[in-house]
């Protein structure tokens, strides 16, 4: 999960800075959010449950990544409306 915690508050803390709009800085943390969850594919689990299956692990998307992915998304969504 913080494998995507983390860029995705920096993507924030740039828009932050950069004085963009809310739906624009969360659109981007949206993307960023979805880049880094895809990145968790090859890594081993080391928490959670995912962790019990030790290298089977590798090849499957962290499931803690693809659910914070799946908030960034929707709140990157209802800010659009």
């Known amino acids: 999960m913080c494998d995507v915690w983390v860029p995705v ?10 004085n963009l709009s809310v739906p624009v800085a969360l659109e981007a943390a949206s ?3 979805e880049s880094a969850a895809q990145s968790t594919i ?8 995912a ?11 962290d499931p803690g990544a693809t659910s ?3 908030m960034m998304q ?6 659009k409306e």
């Open 9 to 18: 508050v920096e993507s924030l803390r740039q828009s932050s800075e950069q």
């Open 74 to 79: 929707m709140l990157a969504l209802a800010a």
């Open 31 to 33: 993307r960023i959010a």
């Open 51 to 61: 962790s019990y299956l030790g290298e089977r692990s590798i090849g499957h998307q």
């Open 42 to 49: 090859t890594m081993q689990a080391r928490k959670g449950r």
């Open 68 to 70: 914070v992915m799946f």
